[in-house]
């Protein structure tokens, strides 16, 4: 078989080109750290390494999930902690209205202290988290949740609670409505201290009548602090049930980074032997082609 002069060039400059492009990729490689600089590289390991950065994210949006609701929960303990310290401060105020020599002026002292109660109350009751939205509106988290009346407050949201998913497998309520924490089996804190502001404000009212009308309140505000109470360890459950989550889930990211750079990242001490490998190998190729290229038939004659 004869082989012409042209095919031995051409066989030459592909062999170079070949191996400029191996010097090419594997300095690729090392300038990004990379084994798998495209699919084409590595099918299999690429497939893997896909399905592995996809659970990343989703893992990593479980986490930023989990810091929202930590931060909408905390917004809530905080919240209710403050009402806790009104309502006892509010329980002692009735106490001392029980005292029979209180004078009409003293009498109206008391009833401006739990007047100003209330109102910190509701507005303790529409407090927002750092977005804005509110915590106790159930999903009307945009509607203010309660109006002062001159009964009490009325309520303005609704009885649904915003859950958020903060694990593959957990799915978890970051609000809480406000009948669930101030009203709870009819048992309305708004309008039991209306009641006795209007008693203490009536200098008509008996001592009786306000003996009674005291009693009641304060088994309604012990009612009121065990149901925000139980609201609270509620809230504290969740939040170290997140935590635990956390740890999973940085548990996870971590998995999912060793495992991604056990399929795509670079033996650079095996990489930096390729391409003094290939530079030698590459060198006798040009050297090989240049004798090549100058021989013709003449020198043989």
């Known amino acids: 078989m004869r082989i012409s002069t042209n095919t031995i060039y051409q066989t030459g400059i592909n062999k170079i080109s070949s191996l400029q492009s191996e010097q090419y990729k594997l300095q690729q490689q090392v300038s990004s750290g990379k084994r798998i600089l495209t699919p084409a590289d590595d099918p299999v390991g690429s497939a893997r390494a896909l399905t592995i950065s996809q659970a990343q994210s989703i893992n990593s949006q479980y986490a930023d999930n989990r810091a929202m609701a930590s931060f909408n929960l905390n917004s809530i303990e905080s919240t209710l902690?403050?009402?806790?310290?009104l309502m006892v401060s509010a329980k002692s105020t009735l106490i001392s209205a029980g005292n029979a020599?209180?004078?009409?002026d003293e009498k109206n002292y008391i009833a401006t202290q739990l007047r100003n109660d209330l109102e910190e109350l509701v507005g303790l009751a529409n407090s927002k988290d750092g977005n804005g939205n509110y915590l106790f509106g159930g999903f009307k988290n945009t509607t203010?949740?309660?109006?002062?009346?001159?009964?009490?407050?009325?309520?303005?949201?609704?009885?649904?609670?915003?859950?958020?998913?903060?694990?593959d497998t957990r799915k978890m309520s970051t609000t809480e409505n406000g009948p669930d924490v101030f009203q709870a089996e009819g048992n309305d804190v708004f309008a039991t201290l209306s009641n006795i502001v209007d008693l203490l404000s009536n200098p008509a009212?008996?001592?009786?009548?306000?003996?009674?009308?005291?009693?009641?309140?304060?088994?309604?505000?012990?009612?009121g602090m065990d149901n925000v109470l139980t609201v609270r360890a509620a809230t504290g459950s969740?939040?170290?049930?997140?935590?635990?989550?956390?740890?999973n889930g940085d548990d996870r990211e971590l998995q999912y980074k060793a495992e991604l750079s056990s399929i795509q990242d670079l033996d650079y001490a095996q990489a930096l032997s390729d391409i003094t490998k290939q530079k030698?190998?590459?060198?006798?190729?040009?050297?090989?082609?240049v004798q090549l290229s100058?021989?013709?038939?003449f020198k043989y004659i």
């Open 238 to 247: 969740k939040l170290k049930e997140i935590d635990a989550l956390d740890n």
């Open 205 to 223: 009212t008996t001592t009786a009548a306000l003996n009674t009308a005291l009693a009641s309140a304060n088994a309604s505000l012990d009612k």
């Open 294 to 297: 100058g021989l013709t038939l």
């Open 101 to 104: 020599v209180l004078s009409s």
């Open 280 to 289: 030698t190998i590459l060198e006798a190729a040009q050297q090989s082609y």
């Open 81 to 85: 902690s403050s009402v806790t310290d």
């Open 144 to 167: 203010q949740p309660y109006t002062a009346t001159t009964t009490g407050a009325t309520y303005n949201g609704d009885s649904g609670q915003m859950d958020m998913q903060v694990s």
